[in-house]
């Protein structure tokens, strides 16, 4: 918890969290909107870019230079982002990434 000066501070910093929770949480219902957007749910679901890359090499897809789909691509794609993937999205998957860093 936040450091709070009083009580309606804390309520507000509640709610507040509460908000993005709710957000957060709608962007996950939603259904990807494009081939980059389904590998950044992929990899929030895993949180792993090689199963990610597996998915994806699965699919019979190739990255950019025309070789086989690798992690460093997935890792590219959730740094760099591209125009077909939502602002909220890849906030999510950069979450995700920040958690598997502290883990270590």
Do not use: C, H, W
């Not at 962007?27 to 870019?49: H, V």
Request: net charge neutral; proline share 3%; charged share 30%.
């Amino acid at each position: 918890m936040n450091p709070y000066t009083d009580i309606a501070d804390l309520i507000a910093t509640l709610e507040s969290e509460i908000k993005t929770l709710t957000e957060t949480i709608e962007t996950l219902k939603q259904e990807p909107q494009g081939f980059n957007e389904q590998i950044i749910f992929k990899y929030i679901d895993t949180a792993s870019t090689g199963k990610t890359k597996d998915y994806v090499r699965s699919l019979g897809v190739k990255s950019e230079r025309g070789s086989l789909f690798s992690s460093g691509d997935v890792s590219k794609l959730i740094k760099s982002g591209a125009d077909d993937i939502s602002p909220e999205l890849l906030a999510i998957a950069r979450d995700v990434v920040s958690m598997k860093k502290k883990k270590r």
